[in-house]
C-alpha cells in the first residue's frame, strides 16, 4: 500500500496514508503471507545450504539425493530444520521491514514533492528510497536469523556441530565470536538485498501510477 493518497476516480483506485492504515491488519496479512511463503519454500533453503556446504566425497551430491537422505533418516521434519528459529525471528524482521517502508515512503514522497518530475518518476524514487531503507533494517534482524538457521540445517552433516535448538546456536556463537559472529555476511547481505529492494520497489510504485493512468483509455477505446 501507498503511503500518497493517489485516486482514480474512474476505478475508485485509492491509496490509505499510513496514519489512516488499519495497522492490525495491515501486519497480520503481511506477517500471514509470509509465513506461507517460508513454510512452502523453507525445504529449498534446507535442501541448498546441505549441498553448499557438501564435501567432495559427499554421498548427497544433488537436490533429489539430499531430499531423498533426510526423508529416510528424519522424514518430513527434516526438511524444516531450523524453521522454528526462522519463524520466531523472520516476523518481527518483516512488521520492521513493512513499518520502515511505509515511514520512509511518507518522508520521500515529500521531500520529491517540490521536484520538477513526472508522477511515475516521483514514485519511483520514493519507493526506491523506502524500499532500500526499510531492506537495510530488516537485515538487522534477518541476517542473526540466517546465521543460526543455517547451522541448525547442516547441524550433524558431513561433520558439521550438532546442536540442540536456536537457542543453543545463538549461545554458542556468542561465546566463541561473540555478536561479530552473528552478523557474519551483514555487509554483504546488504549490499545484495538492499538495492535489489530499491529496484523493486521504485518498479513497483511506477508501473502502479502508469497502469492507473492508461488503464482508463485502454477500457474506453
Not at 10 to 18: R, Y
Not at 63 to 88: C, N
Request: with cysteine; aromatic share 10%; proline share 4%.
Amino acid at each position: 500500500m501507498d503511503s500518497a493518497t493517489q485516486t482514480n476516480p474512474a476505478f475508485g483506485q485509492a491509496e490509505v496514508n499510513w496514519d489512516k492504515l488499519d495497522k492490525t491488519k495491515f501486519y497480520t496479512v503481511g506477517a500471514g503471507l509470509f509465513t506461507g511463503l517460508t513454510v512452502a519454500l523453507y525445504p529449498v533453503s534446507v535442501v541448498k545450504t546441505r549441498l553448499q556446504v557438501a564435501s567432495k566425497d559427499a554421498v548427497e551430491r544433488n537436490a533429489l539425493s539430499v531430499i531423498k537422505g533426510l526423508l529416510k533418516s528424519e522424514g518430513i521434519p527434516g526438511l524444516y530444520r531450523g524453521f522454528g528459529t526462522v519463524i520466531t525471528g523472520a516476523v518481527p524482521a518483516r512488521i520492521i521491514f513493512l513499518t520502515a517502508l511505509e515511514t520512509t515512503k511518507i518522508a520521500a514522497f515529500k521531500a520529491v514533492e517540490p521536484l520538477s518530475l513526472s508522477e511515475p518518476a516521483k514514485a519511483a524514487v520514493a519507493n526506491g528510497v523506502a524500499g532500500m531503507t526499510s531492506s537495510l533494517f530488516a537485515q538487522a534482524v534477518f541476517v542473526p536469523i540466517d546465521v543460526v538457521s543455517q547451522k541448525l540445517m547442516v547441524q550433524g552433516y558431513a561433520g558439521h556441530t550438532a546442536y540442540s535448538g536456536g537457542l543453543d546456536v545463538a549461545r554458542k556463537i556468542l561465546k566463541s565470536d561473540g555478536v561479530r559472529g552473528l552478523y557474519r555476511g551483514f555487509g554483504l547481505s546488504v549490499v545484495t538485498y538492499s538495492p535489489s529492494s530499491a529496484v523493486w520497489w521504485a518498479s513497483y510504485g511506477s508501473s502502479q501510477r502508469v497502469i492507473w493512468r492508461y488503464l482508463p483509455l485502454i477500457c474506453q477505446s
